[in-house]
Structures are given as C-alpha cells and as structure tokens.
C-alpha cells in the first residue's frame, strides 16, 4: 500500500482537485458534516468510548485494550517522525510536488516565514505535515484491532477506515498519497502488535473464545 501511495505522487494534484471540487459543488450540508464526524473514528474521543463499551461489555476481551494501547503507540512513534522528516506541505498550498525532507524549508507565509516541517516551536501547527495522515494511521489501527478481536465487524471496521481515508482527502487536508501511506504505516503498526503470537497464541482472539 506504501508503493501504492507513491505511485500516486504524480496524480495527487489532479486528484485532490477533483475531490475538492466534489464537496464543494455535489455534496449536500447533511452529507458534508456526517463526513465530517466520521473523520474522528480512531481518535481520542471515539477510541476512548469504544474502549470503555469493550471494558464494561465483554470483560474477557480487556486484556486485548492493552494490544489496541501499545499498536496506538507504536504508530505514533512512526507516524510523528515521519511527518516531520517528510516535510510534505498541506494541499491548501497546492504544491504537490514538493517534499522539504529533513533539511529543505518551505514558505509559509509573510509572517510565519519559511520554516522546517521539525520546527515545531514555530506555530507553524501541522502545515508541513501532509504525509503520512495520522488520522488515517489511526483509524486502520483501530480497523484492525476491531476487525481482528471481533471478525463480525470486519466490513464495517474496513468501511469506516476508508470513509476517514476518503473524507481526509475530500476535505483537503491531505493528498491521495498521504492517506495511503497512512493507512499502510497504520496496517504494519497494527499487524506487528496484534498478531505478534502465533496464531492460537491469544486466548478471545476472535469472536468465540473457548
């Protein structure tokens, strides 16, 4: 999916283009916000309150919050970095094409002024942080611990985690490409957490626990 994502560098500009477009010109109010909403899937808010459902409704699953926690974890330490040593700039720019990496800068405006994306001292918020899309990342975590404890759920955790992919996009908060690199940084975070045992190596793995 990695691959994918740079596959799809050279079409990002046309491709957000035609997203942004969509929103603004097809999408009714109703449907704009409802996307908007399903965006915090995987966030703190929502991951907190599914959380909290599996910790009172299915006691024998909660040691399995823990594997949620350190994957969470595990994407965050990836993700963070490599915004920061991509330095991609947001689509508001429309500079598709340009990657700061660890040591270029880019403009940012009259008074911010040009800046690294690691600079984060410099109230630049997350304007150089295009790639990887977090709330991608964290969304597919969350799709996968669902998908992997309760299998039912699998079409709609992979459901929702497209839907955050698509909205990202359609918002203009990141490119294409982002959202795949995301959502793959949050697949090998997820994978080498909770399916870090043998397979049988977890007792309630699934949904009929013995």
């Avoid at 309150?49 to 024998?60: Q, R």
């Avoid at 040691?63 to 700039?89: E, F, S």
């Avoid at 490119?175 to 793959?184: H, I, K, Q, R």
Wanted: aromatic share 10%.
């Amino acid at each position: 999916m990695a691959g994918l994502g740079l596959a799809c560098i050279p079409f990002d500009g046309p491709i957000s283009h035609t997203a942004v477009s969509l929103r603004d010109h097809v999408l009714g109010g109703d449907i704009r916000r409802e996307l908007e909403s399903l965006q915090q899937y995987g966030q703190g808010a929502v991951t907190l309150l599914v959380a909290w459902a599996i910790w009172l409704l299915d006691p024998p699953r909660r040691r399995r919050l823990l594997d949620w926690l350190l994957a969470v974890l595990l994407a965050a330490a990836v993700t963070l970095p490599m915004k920061m040593l991509i330095g991609r700039p947001r689509p508001k720019f429309d500079d598709p094409g340009y990657f700061c990496g660890p040591f270029g800068a880019y403009p940012l405006g009259p008074e911010t002024g040009v800046r690294h994306a690691w600079e984060v001292w410099a109230g630049i918020s997350s304007d150089l942080w295009s790639m990887p899309s977090s709330h991608t990342v964290y969304a597919v975590v969350m799709s996968v611990f669902l998908a992997t404890v309760y299998p039912r759920l699998r079409p709609l955790a992979v459901l929702m985690a497209v839907l955050v992919a698509f909205s990202r996009v359609l918002f203009g908060a990141h490119y294409p490409s982002d959202v795949l690199v995301g959502a793959a940084v949050g697949l090998m975070s997820a994978w080498a957490v909770l399916h870090r045992a043998a397979p049988g190596g977890h007792a309630g793995l699934t949904d009929n626990p013995t």
